[in-house]
């Protein structure tokens, strides 16, 4: 599990960190543009030694030694503990010589549609090692070779994707098909809507079969034609099955243990999903592991979030021990992260104008500029009032054309409305 990381020059800040990661979940929130992401892909790094989608960390220009310190346990007792400093003319974040520990099998999904998966049974590997065949220090997918398959130098094939290798489980009715569906089952936005494989299915006069799904009004649905929440979450599903039902062939042809954990970073979780999907999808990853092997594999999830949905989802089963919230802000020109004292908000609203959203008000921007303009009236601040709300005339013409007859503002300013009117009887008496 990654404990820790710390950056110095490198990302959106001269310093960013140092990051104490939680166990179990952590959560990574901020505006867009902070550095969510980048964290993400440098904790790939960190973890796998390697770049996903061969993005360099790049540091910045004046910094004069850009460092990334970081720990993580490991199978033995104890935390691997490292720091690896940039070389500017090699271009290279250099690490010591020499197998590191094994944090565990490692899967990034990020927001594109692209995934990357690390296995310790076949990307763990030192330059020096002697091979018969290409063996990759990862493997990294891009959206269409998630769907369409994977292949190396000198056409050797490391995955045949989800199309393909759905179809032929299915029809030759593999237990990797049985675990898809278990894991499709647990990643399911409900109980009444359930992701089912439906048969195999021709698209137009392709003679290609098709994997589908069962749709809730029955019919079977190609899943290239499937929604695209579905199609995150399918291929999600898949490159589970496919990383772990690899990984124990892998065990079983080199002698070695099956990995005692698995780390999920996910970038924007909450991307393409219906409500009711994002307040179940963290919960269903912390459970994917056991519904997959029968047995429970202790699971570290560092998610990116925009979502108070989500947030809001984990309330009952957040524990301060083993979980954690980050919030980036900028401040003086400079990204932040500190991580948030935990406290239950109880619903979404509450969760859009805390310090992880950092919302005045869960309203459009003109509901929030004519409630600002209504409390700067009845607090007498009449001079800081926009030139077109300068009455109250006029502030109350734009609170009903901007909120809800039953917006819980109302009754505040009906009580405002009554006393001016009071005020305005006893003058003219």
Same mark, same amino acid.
């Given at each position: 599990?990654?404990?820790?990381?710390?950056?110095?020059?490198?990302?959106?800040?001269?310093?960013?960190?140092?990051?104490?990661?939680?166990?179990?979940?952590?959560?990574?929130?901020?505006?867009?543009?902070?550095?969510?992401?980048?964290?993400?892909?440098?904790?790939?790094?960190?973890?796998?030694?390697?770049?996903?989608?061969?993005?360099?960390?790049?540091?910045?220009?004046?910094?004069?030694?850009?460092?990334?310190?970081?720990?993580?346990?490991?199978?033995?007792?104890?935390?691997?503990?490292?720091? =690896?400093?940039?070389?500017?003319?090699?271009?290279?974040?250099?690490?010591?010589?020499?197998?590191?520990?094994?944090?565990?099998?490692?899967?990034?999904?990020?927001?594109?549609?692209?995934?990357?998966?690390?296995?310790?049974?076949?990307?763990?590997?030192?330059?020096?090692?002697?091979?018969?065949?290409?063996?990759?220090?990862?493997?990294?997918?891009?959206?269409?070779?998630?769907?369409?398959?994977?292949?190396?130098?000198?056409?050797?094939?490391?995955?045949?994707?989800?199309?393909?290798?759905?179809?032929?489980?299915?029809?030759?009715?593999?237990?990797?098909?049985?675990?898809?569906?278990?894991?499709?089952?647990?990643?399911?936005?409900?109980?009444?809507?359930?992701?089912?494989?439906?048969?195999?299915?021709?698209?137009?006069?392709?003679?290609?079969?098709?994997?589908?799904?069962?749709?809730?009004?029955?019919?079977?649905?190609?899943?290239?034609?499937?929604?695209?929440?579905?199609? #995150?979450?399918?291929?999600?599903?898949?490159?589970?099955?496919?990383?772990?039902?690899?990984?124990?062939?892998?065990?079983?042809?080199?002698?070695?243990?099956?990995?005692?954990?698995?780390?999920?970073?996910?970038? $924007?979780?909450?991307?393409?999903?219906?409500?009711?999907?994002?307040?179940?999808?963290?919960?269903?990853?912390?459970?994917?592991?056991?519904?997959?092997?029968? #047995?429970?594999?202790?699971?570290?999830?560092?998610?990116?979030?925009?979502?108070?949905?989500?947030?809001?989802?984990?309330?009952?089963?957040?524990?301060?021990?083993?979980?954690?919230?980050?919030?980036?802000?900028?401040?003086?020109?400079?990204?932040?992260? $500190?991580?948030?004292?935990?406290?239950?908000?109880?619903?979404?609203?509450?969760?859009?104008?805390?310090?992880?959203?950092?919302?005045?008000?869960?309203? =459009?921007?003109?509901?929030?500029?004519?409630?600002?303009?209504?409390?700067?009236?009845?607090?007498?601040?009449?001079?800081?009032?926009?030139?077109?709300?300068?009455?109250?005339?006029?502030?109350?013409?734009?609170?009903?054309?901007?909120?809800?007859?039953?917006?819980?503002?109302?009754?505040?300013?009906?009580?405002?409305? $009554?006393?001016?009117?009071?005020? =305005?009887?006893?003058?003219?008496?």
């Amino acid at each position: 599990m990654l404990k820790s990381l710390h950056l110095k020059g490198v990302g959106p800040a001269k310093e960013f960190g140092p990051v104490e990661f939680a166990q179990r979940l952590n959560f990574i929130t901020g505006d867009n543009g902070l550095g969510k992401s980048f964290l993400l892909d440098t904790a790939w790094w960190v973890l796998t030694r390697t770049w996903a989608r061969d993005s360099v960390a790049v540091p910045q220009r004046d910094a004069k030694k850009p460092g990334i310190s970081y720990a993580y346990t490991k199978s033995t007792p104890g935390a691997f503990v490292d720091e =690896s400093f940039f070389n500017r003319s090699e271009q290279v974040w250099p690490v010591k010589q020499g197998r590191p520990p094994i944090p565990g099998v490692v899967i990034y999904a990020g927001v594109d549609g692209s995934f990357s998966a690390w296995d310790p049974a076949r990307n763990y590997w030192q330059d020096k090692d002697v091979q018969g065949f290409e063996r990759l220090k990862a493997f990294n997918f891009t959206p269409e070779q998630v769907w369409k398959g994977l292949e190396g130098s000198g056409g050797i094939r490391h995955c045949n994707g989800l199309i393909l290798d759905w179809v032929l489980w299915q029809k030759g009715q593999d237990p990797a098909f049985a675990d898809l569906t278990k894991v499709l089952d647990a990643l399911s936005p409900s109980g009444e809507e359930k992701l089912t494989p439906g048969e195999p299915v021709r698209v137009g006069l392709d003679v290609k079969d098709y994997p589908s799904l069962r749709m809730p009004y029955g019919q079977d649905v190609a899943l290239i034609h499937a929604s695209a929440g579905m199609r #995150r979450i399918t291929a999600l599903a898949y490159l589970l099955v496919w990383t772990w039902r690899e990984h124990l062939i892998a065990c079983q042809q080199t002698g070695r243990k099956a990995a005692k954990e698995i780390i999920f970073l996910v970038d $924007e979780i909450e991307c393409h999903l219906h409500p009711q999907w994002q307040r179940r999808i963290v919960p269903a990853l912390l459970n994917v592991m056991q519904a997959l092997t029968g #047995r429970k594999i202790p699971v570290q999830l560092i998610v990116a979030t925009h979502s108070p949905l989500v947030l809001a989802s984990v309330e009952p089963a957040f524990d301060e021990e083993k979980d954690a919230v980050f919030n980036l802000t900028l401040k003086d020109g400079e990204a932040r992260i $500190e991580q948030a004292v935990w406290a239950k908000q109880g619903d979404v609203v509450n969760w859009l104008v805390s310090d992880a959203f950092g919302l005045q008000q869960a309203r =459009s921007v003109e509901a929030e500029l004519a409630i600002e303009a209504a409390e700067a009236w009845m607090r007498g601040d009449k001079a800081s009032l926009p030139e077109n709300l300068k009455t109250q005339a006029a502030i109350h013409k734009e609170l009903i054309r901007v909120l809800a007859g039953h917006d819980d503002f109302w009754p505040r300013w009906v009580v405002e409305t $009554e006393r001016g009117l009071a005020r =305005s009887k006893k003058g003219g008496a």
